[in-house]
């Protein structure tokens, strides 16, 4: 209190030693203030410039034929990637189905069944782990599991390995979008009677649902752009697949083989294919955001 | 606390419910464990038919813990355990055959904190219902028109039903919580000091919608603000380290208290 009533005498006074120690200080401020914008500002680059690259040299190949047909062979022109772009949405789109309940319902049981119990601990701390661990060992643990016993290269295998991927990233975003409902929600729909599926599904979820849903965006992203995890499992593939298990094309491993041959449509094609890659994902995300957005 | 400087409404004998059971909710005995910490000891008290009894003591006291018991909601914590009996119509809650949630559907409760779902004002006040699988849409519009006028409601939000209860104002969640409460048409009504984050004008509301409810419902309400209980009460049981110190009549307890303790916690020596 009182350096606050010296410093409005100051302001009355007029000069004073204080109020030099004041325009310092708020010069400080401004400085300070200033280096931030600066920074925040400096972090926008990386992503502008990689859209501005993308744009550059993959919208010159972007066009129908892109969509529809196959990669062309090397040192040929032509063609497109719409098996790989097939591919990615199966894989990823398999690789959700199975992670997604796993993760959602284990999120629900930890937090809201037991979340003290021993085994809800054990998940929370495998999951963290995993997390941690390197994609391509999720490819060599699902060449292991799938590769090797069915024999084959596989989507299976490729969504099995995106699967692993996800499930911590969705179980443990979805822990959180749980813990940020408020437990006077809980307690007041307990209060009416209701039992714990019913709060869980009429009160709790609900709420959590748009937070779960960006974590669950989160691990679709990365996992679509995933390459190390489906080299080992779904492999590549020319051609349209017949089923799922045979090896795969996917815009991940696409971008990888393209962009290290020595052929400049294929060096092209790959830019597209980025181009492509992050588009999906962008638009999978804004769609995502606006759709729960507008729920609430 | 300008309120305090109100004239405080008139809880004399005429405004009281004459006909009604005078053991409707009846403690015996009853202890309560958090763990190893006894948090009530040795309660007995009996609660009267449609009339309204405050429960007032310190903080710690054990006057929520209490209120907690009468609709078994302590039982969501773990490690808690209790003796002795709470009857209601002469039925223990405890008893085997009792299920909690039908317990928890014929006791409406009001928190501390108004909490509306974040859902349209319509579907907070048919939860229950729904949750009961109730979903004929006339039974609804009926519960949801009684409910909200029987919380002073319906006037003020009958034309945005389906507008987002987050939307209200403080008083008016906390009318919503009541109406809320009462869809199921419960018989009693606990309500965990229902206006200590409302401002005095809606806190004003909320006591003169207590003393209209008493008509229908038995109520017992926590509360730290003694005018409170003097102005809506007809009961009033004072609570002092998890002990029920002095339960009697409103007037009474507040202009001539038996207890020392109670003397000096009314009177705002200690608490």
């Known amino acids: 209190m009182d350096s606050i009533a010296s410093h409005s005498l100051d302001f009355f006074d007029g000069e004073s030693s204080e109020n030099t120690k004041i325009v310092a200080r708020s010069l400080t401020n401004r400085l300070l203030s200033g280096i931030c914008i600066t920074l925040s500002l400096l972090t926008m680059v990386p992503l502008i410039s990689i859209i501005f690259l993308l744009l550059k040299k993959g919208l010159p190949l972007l066009g129908t034929a892109i969509f529809t047909e196959l990669p062309p062979a090397a040192g040929m022109s032509g063609g497109g990637f719409g098996n790989a772009i097939l591919g990615t949405l199966a894989m990823v789109g398999i690789g959700l189905a199975i992670s997604a309940p796993a993760g959602i319902l284990s999120a629900i049981y930890i937090n809201e069944y037991s979340p003290t119990s021993r085994l809800s601990q054990a998940v929370r701390l495998v999951a963290k782990l995993l997390t941690g661990i390197p994609s391509i060992i999720c490819g060599v643990f699902a060449f292991t599991v799938v590769v090797m016993t069915t024999g084959t290269f596989s989507a299976y295998a490729g969504s099995m390995a995106l699967a692993v991927l996800m499930l911590p990233t969705i179980l443990l975003t979805c822990e959180q979008a749980l813990l940020g409902v408020q437990s006077a929600y809980r307690e007041a729909a307990y209060g009416l009677g209701a039992t714990r599926f019913q709060t869980i599904a009429r009160v709790v979820l609900p709420d959590a649902f748009p937070a779960i849903m960006t974590g669950v965006m989160l691990a679709v992203a990365r996992a679509a752009g995933e390459t190390a995890p489906l080299i080992f499992t779904a492999l590549f593939s020319q051609f349209w697949a017949k089923s799922l298990n045979e090896p795969t094309a996917s815009l991940s491993v696409l971008i990888y083989n393209f962009s290290t041959v020595p052929f400049p449509h294929q060096i092209a094609m790959a830019w597209t294919a980025s181009l492509v890659l992050v588009a999906f994902v962008t638009l999978a995300n804004i769609a995502a955001q606006t759709i729960f957005s507008r729920k609430n | ?271």
């Open chain 2, 1 to 271: 606390m300008q309120i305090s400087n109100e004239a405080p409404a008139k809880n004399t004998a005429e405004d009281r419910n004459p006909i009604g059971r005078p053991d409707f909710i009846s403690v015996k005995d009853f202890n309560f464990f958090y763990g190893k910490k006894q948090a009530l000891h040795e309660i007995n008290m009996d609660i009267p038919e449609r009339q309204v009894t405050a429960l007032i003591g310190p903080s710690g006291c054990g006057k929520s813990t209490l209120l907690r018991n009468f609709n078994r909601m302590n039982e969501l914590i773990d490690g808690v355990h209790h003796t002795g009996d709470i009857r209601i119509l002469g039925k223990s809650i405890f008893d085997k055959g009792v299920e909690v949630i039908s317990l928890r559907r014929s006791i409406g409760m009001v928190f501390q904190k108004s909490n509306p779902f974040p859902k349209s004002i319509y579907e907070n006040v048919v939860f229950a219902l729904r949750i009961s699988g109730i979903s004929k849409k006339s039974d609804l519009d009926e519960c949801v028109e009684r409910s909200l006028r029987g919380a002073a409601l319906w006037n003020e939000v009958k034309d945005r039903l389906h507008e987002s209860a987050l939307g209200l104002s403080g008083g008016q969640m906390q009318r919503l919580c009541i109406a809320r409460a009462i869809a199921n048409r419960p018989k009693v009504l606990l309500m965990d000091e229902p206006c200590s984050a409302l401002d005095p004008i809606a806190t004003v509301k909320v006591e003169e919608l207590i003393r209209e409810l008493k008509q229908q419902f038995t109520i017992v309400i926590v509360t730290h603000n003694m005018q409170q209980a003097t102005r809506c009460s007809d009961n009033t049981a004072f609570f002092y380290l998890g002990k029920l110190v002095e339960y009697a009549d409103t007037q009474k307890i507040f202009s001539n208290p038996s207890e020392k303790q109670t003397e000096d916690y009314i009177t705002g020596r200690f608490g």
